[in-house]
Nanobody, 130 residues
Framework: QVQLVESGGGLVQAGGSLRLSCAAS????????VGWFRQAPAKERVIVAA????????YYRDPVKGRFTISRDNAKNTVYLQMNSLRPEDTAVYFC???????????????????????WGPGTQVTVSS
């Protein structure tokens, strides 16, 4: 069974940095595109960043462009989200999600919609204080 577990969340002051990790097991990791989502209280879950199966193709939601970086290390079955210059509005539960790709052309595909994804981690809390 595919399992995803996020780590690295916590409390940080505005302007600080956190690095989230998403560790995957029970799958051939290179077959999966991965996304990071977040959900603030009373808000809908939204895409933060996404990366294709092999890396090299990425997507960032506008509010995090230039501040967040998604990367992956398929040898370690891990995807990272480096978050710099954090703001209070970044406070949310952050989820990683995996989408299995199929075929050659899926290697370059990034997915930005939550319903594209097959598997989800339980989330990790990120709180940014002012």
């Amino acid at each position: 069974q595919v399992q995803l577990v996020e780590s690295g969340g916590g409390l940080v002051q505005a302007g600080g940095s956190l690095r989230l990790s998403c560790a995957a097991s029970g799958l051939t990791f290179s077959n999966y595109a991965v996304g990071w989502f977040r959900q603030a209280p009373a808000k809908e879950r939204v895409i933060v960043a996404a990366i294709n199966r092999s890396g090299g193709y990425t997507y960032y939601r506008d509010p995090v462009k230039g501040r967040f970086t998604i990367s992956r290390d398929n040898a370690k079955n891990t995807v990272y989200l480096q978050m710099n210059s954090l703001r209070p509005e970044d406070t949310a539960v952050y989820f990683c999600a995996a989408k299995r790709g199929s075929g050659f052309y899926s290697t370059s595909t990034v997915y930005t919609l939550d319903y594209d994804y097959d598997s989800w981690g339980p989330g990790t809390q990120v709180t940014v204080s002012s």
